[in-house]
């Protein structure tokens, strides 16, 4: 059984990806980066659902809801294709909801972790 | 000038710069890192072009807007699965893989598992979804150049066939990611500047009205209002329903277990560059996809798209090209030609652009998964692995073409669907569970993509597409048992279903401790691979 850990970086060698293998787990055990799982999660975990939820609500409603579907709001505008054109637009809003997110929460987090493994490996 | 010659001479000018392109690549790829990622030196935003030219492909520019064309409101709810699907790749894979991962899908399962297994099972799955893809492409490509060229001949379709094949192995072993990422995003960017041009024109024609066109829409293909409503195609019966929601779940699944889409993540210098990557990918597809509808409801406005029209008789797929046509002053007229033959030309280059990155995804997962680390177990050099992989394009190629003529009566759209529910089947429950999921194992990774892969073709198998239907590959015979043409609301579950019962019924603990060092690597790019400095 080969239990082969791509080397860190490409030409890391045998003692430095051990190295990197205690950073790892340090850098696992440290309250920033259980700071940064929770952020991730608290954003993606929901809002996956909430997407999904979303869009099955449309893809069900487009087959068994045809009456509310059908009906004409402005000119030959009808319910089903604001419905549709809704999903574009939260498509859109969650997609820069998650960027500011990520950017605002995440990145800073990250990039202390990810410099923490860089001093520790080279070393 | 004819709209033949015209036609013909911007094919040419594409051929030329892509060809190009591909030259200029080549001068700059040495090591397996240039000829799999591209040296991870592009930026989100080139990125961002090149996944949307990636992904774009034939079937969304023509087929979408054929299917709008023909069918309504029904042609756009595929747009919608396509666009949201992104979603999943954005919040849940496109910076995490990047970060774990280096050539290939395989890698970041090989990252804490048995590597021969795993990238065995993951390589097979990949080439099987990059072929499924790879023939619709090809296909389509042999049947829209001979409807353009107005020549209906089996002799002309082998023939381009055959000329994109042979161009596509060309741009991959030549230009490697390098040069199919340049391509794509010329590619993009034509595809933009074409669909935005006749979106202008047909909207003018509305006085940018939506209201306006979709009352002409309803009127002229004398369906009323029920071309405007979901149902046309879909509501017949309750299992078109069911397969419609089959289709749905396959469509916004599928996209984030798309081989040649998930190693473009691999083609930036840093997780955040992936995350921007997947930003301009969202706006640009989106865009694209809004106006798809203009051009599908345009088509049918302006056009005949009856039961013995061109554009029925082409399934949809000329309803884009005969609409540029129709708002550049109609057939005979200058503008009309110029206009087809651009729009022609754009459609050309997608198809081109898309079929390379197939090609090159699955001959680096045959180069670096089945070369590299099952049969040399890690030892090849890495000019070997780039010169296997270069090889491996040109079998792949020739498989491909080899399979697209006999596969030429087979339906496009449904190549692409089926090629959607593999991927969201075999592909993409390993992929949650192996960022998300400590127990994840293994066997748990083999068993969900063999069983999702057999799973998802199997049901196909079965299904009345390939027997039994008046519609179906074998007429003659009837083995179906299974109702639906879409899969993916069985075979996704079953994906995920072996995925948990293969990890619970072995125990790999190798697996658990590496999965702490795969999340810190996913989550915060420590240890990731960097960008190439040439």
């Known amino acids: 059984m080969s239990h082969d850990i791509e080397p860190a970086t490409g030409s890391g060698g045998r003692s430095r990806q051990q190295a990197g293998h205690a950073v790892y787990q340090e850098l696992h055990d440290s309250d920033d980066f259980k700071e940064l799982r929770q952020k991730y999660r608290a954003f993606a975990v929901p809002y996956t659902l909430a997407f999904l939820a979303w869009y099955l609500l449309y893809v069900v409603m487009s087959n068994w809801a045809t009456g509310f579907m059908n009906i004409k709001l402005v000119g030959h505008i009808n319910v089903a294709l604001v419905f549709g054109l809704l999903q574009f637009l939260t498509t859109f809003g969650i997609a820069y909801l998650y960027s500011r997110h990520a950017r605002t929460h995440l990145d800073p987090l990250a990039g202390e972790l990810e410099k923490r493994y860089r001093e520790a490996v080279q070393r | ?534």
């Open chain 2, 1 to 534: 000038m004819s709209t033949q010659t015209l036609t013909t001479i911007l094919f040419l000018l594409v051929v030329a710069i892509t060809v190009g392109i591909t030259f200029w690549a080549s001068r700059q790829t040495s090591g397996t890192a240039d000829y799999y990622a591209g040296g991870r030196s592009f930026t989100g935003f080139q990125n961002g072009m090149a996944v949307s030219g990636d992904y774009m492909s034939a079937a969304s520019f023509l087929g979408i807007s054929g299917a709008i064309a023909l069918n309504g409101y029904d042609g756009f709810l595929y747009s919608i699965g396509f666009l949201v699907a992104w979603l999943v790749a954005l919040l849940l894979v496109a910076e995490l893989l990047r970060n774990s991962g280096r050539y290939t899908m395989a890698d970041q399962l090989a990252y804490r598992m048995r590597q021969r297994p795993v990238r065995t099972a993951a390589a097979t799955s990949t080439v099987a979804v990059s072929i499924f893809y790879l023939l619709a492409q090809m296909v389509g490509a042999g049947s829209l150049v001979a409807l353009l060229l107005g020549v209906d001949s089996t002799a002309l379709k082998n023939l381009v066939i055959v000329g994109v094949g042979l161009l596509m192995i060309f741009y991959v072993t030549v230009g490697g990611m390098k040069g199919t990422t340049w391509v794509q995003i010329v590619k993009a960017v034509l595809l933009m500047a074409g669909t935005i041009l006749i979106t202008v024109l047909v909207l003018a024609k509305f006085g940018f009205n939506l209201s306006e066109l979709l009352g002409a829409a309803a009127e002229n293909t004398g369906k009323g209002d029920a071309f405007l409503q979901p149902g046309l195609k879909y509501g017949v019966s309750l299992t078109s329903k069911i397969d419609f929601i089959s289709l749905g779940i396959a469509l916004v699944l599928g996209t984030a277990g798309l081989p040649h889409i998930l190693i473009r993540f691999y083609t930036v210098p840093t997780a955040r560059d992936a995350r921007k990557s997947v930003m301009w990918a969202i706006g640009l597809i989106g865009a694209f996809y809004l106006m798809t509808l203009v051009l599908g409801f345009g088509a049918a406005a302006l056009l005949d798209t009856g039961a013995d029209s061109k554009v029925a008789a082409s399934g949809g797929n000329l309803a884009s090209p005969l609409l540029a046509e129709a708002v550049g002053g109609g057939a005979g007229s200058t503008g009309g030609a110029v206009l087809l033959a651009l729009i022609s030309a754009v459609a050309f280059a997608t198809i081109l652009a898309v079929v390379a990155g197939l090609t090159l995804t699955s001959a680096s997962s045959v180069a670096h998964d089945l070369y590299a680390s099952v049969f040399k177990k890690g030892e090849a050099s890495e000019k070997d692995e780039v010169r296997v992989a270069r090889i491996s394009a040109f079998v792949i190629g020739g498989v491909a073409i080899a399979l697209a003529i006999p596969a030429q009566k087979l339906n496009i759209a449904f190549l692409v669907a089926l090629a959607f529910a593999v991927a969201a089947s075999a592909n993409l429950p390993s992929l949650i569970y192996n960022l998300f999921w400590r127990g994840f194992n293994t066997r748990g990774a083999t068993w969900s993509i063999y069983g999702g892969l057999v799973a998802s073709i199997g049901l196909v198998i079965f299904s009345p597409v390939v027997s039994g239907s008046e519609t179906a590959l074998f007429t003659n015979h009837d083995w179906s048992w299974f109702p639906l043409s879409n899969p993916g609301i069985v075979s996704i579950p079953v994906g995920f279903l072996l995925g948990y019962l293969g990890s619970v019924t072995s125990t790999e603990p190798e697996s658990a401790a590496a999965y702490d060092e795969l999340e810190v690597r996913a989550l915060t790019g420590a240890g990731a691979e960097g960008a190439v400095s040439n």
